[in-house]
C-alpha cells in the first residue's frame, strides 16, 4: 500500500471464525460482492466471503451484520495500520 495515498480502493475483510451464516451482509450489500463460502467455520457455519474486488466501502455489511468483529471495512484512501487481507 502506498501510504502516500492510502488504500487505492475500499476493501472488506470477514473474520471467518466469527462469522455465524446468517446471510445478512450477502442480502444487503448493493454491489454483490458477499457470497456463502461452502466450507464451514470451526462452529460449523458456512461463513461470508468477499469476490476480492467490487467493495465501495458502504459499511451496510458491517452495520448490518448481528457478530461484533466479524466485518471491517476499509474505505479507499484509509491510512493507517497495516490493513488485513
Ligand atoms: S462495504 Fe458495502 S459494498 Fe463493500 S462488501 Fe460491505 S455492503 Fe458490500
Ligand atoms: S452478517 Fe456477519 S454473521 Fe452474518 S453472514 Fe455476514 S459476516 Fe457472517
Redesign the pocket.
Known amino acids: 500500500m502506498d501510504l502516500e495515498k492510502g488504500l487505492e480502493s ?1 476493501r ?1 475483510v470477514i473474520r471467518e471464525d466469527e462469522c455465524k451464516g446468517c446471510g445478512l ?1 450477502i442480502n ?4 454483490k ?2 457470497f456463502e463460502q461452502k466450507h464451514l467455520n470451526r462452529m460449523g457455519y458456512h461463513p461470508a466471503g ?1 469476490l476480492g474486488t ?9 452495520y448490518q451484520c448481528p457478530e461484533p468483529g466479524a ?1 471491517t ?1 476499509y474505505k479507499k484512501g484509509y491510512v493507517g495500520e497495516e490493513v488485513e487481507r
Not at 28 to 31: D, K, R, V
Open positions: 475500499a472488506v451482509c444487503i450489500c448493493p454491489e460482492v458477499l468477499y467490487g467493495c465501495i466501502g458502504c459499511g451496510f455489511c458491517f466485518i471495512v
